[in-house]
């Protein structure tokens, strides 16, 4: 296993259209986290699933924003309805299932909404 | 509310020494991350302290006083390859999790 990774790394796409990330995690963690991150600041936590189960969203997360982890594998975060202040990267991350873990990050998605 | 304060940029020389501060304010402690972050990559863990005291790996330290809310990321013999940007992240109580919270990042250049 070579790590987490996203797919696609880049995705440039107009206002108002859909997007949808897929991230996979290191085979072993059973946590998996979705972050935003904008130049200059830290990420910023959007979701995390335990297994399939999401366990937690933040409350700045808007409603046009879902995610899933169907068979506890994979991720995928779809934004709908894309507006301009939705460009960011998108960082996917993965952990044993202690919270006290260290957290694996993947290479990230840059979105741009045009 | 929550809050995780850095320096937003320091310099120092190829071969020096330098120290990143950090101080926090959050809902709840439960250790706290130092990552590192080069342009346009992804955060790498660097430490984890969750005991008041100093913890050495290599070139890199991180200390930890909980009753202060500070923590700092001290980098011996610095390389070029050091100039990045560093995180400081609170394991602090989300809304019924654990949750990191983040700061802004440090963003470290090293000169020749």
């Known amino acids: 296993d070579t790590g987490v990774s996203q797919d696609p790394r880049h995705k440039i796409t107009k206002r108002g259209q859909n997007v949808t990330f897929r991230c996979d995690p290191i085979?072993?963690?059973?946590?998996l986290y979705w972050y935003r991150q904008t130049l200059g600041q830290g990420p910023e936590f959007l979701t995390y699933f335990q297994n399939e189960a999401q366990l937690e969203k933040s409350r700045l997360l808007s409603d046009r924003f879902s995610a899933e982890r169907p068979k506890g594998s994979f991720s995928t975060l779809e934004i709908q309805r894309t507006e301009q202040g939705d460009s960011a990267m998108y960082l996917c991350?993965?952990?044993?299932?202690?919270?006290?873990?260290?957290?694996?990050f993947g290479p990230g998605t840059r979105l741009t909404v045009l | 509310g929550q809050n995780i304060d850095q320096p937003t940029e320091m310099t120092a020389t190829e071969g020096a020494i330098v120290q990143i501060n950090c101080t926090y304010q959050t809902s709840g402690f439960n250790g706290l991350f130092w990552y590192q972050q080069h342009a346009g990559e992804a955060p790498t863990f660097l430490s984890y302290?969750?005991l008041d005291g100093l913890e050495e790996k290599g070139r890199f330290s991180s200390f930890l006083s909980r009753s202060k809310g500070y923590s700092y990321l001290l980098l011996k013999e610095l390389q070029m390859k050091d100039s990045a940007s560093y995180l400081c992240a609170v394991l602090g109580n989300g809304d019924s999790n654990y949750q990191l919270i983040w700061g802004a990042g440090t963003k470290l250049i090293i000169k020749p």
């Open positions: 991350a993965s952990s044993f299932s202690s919270p006290y873990n260290e957290q694996f």
């Open positions: 085979s072993e963690h059973n946590r």
């Open positions: 302290n969750v």
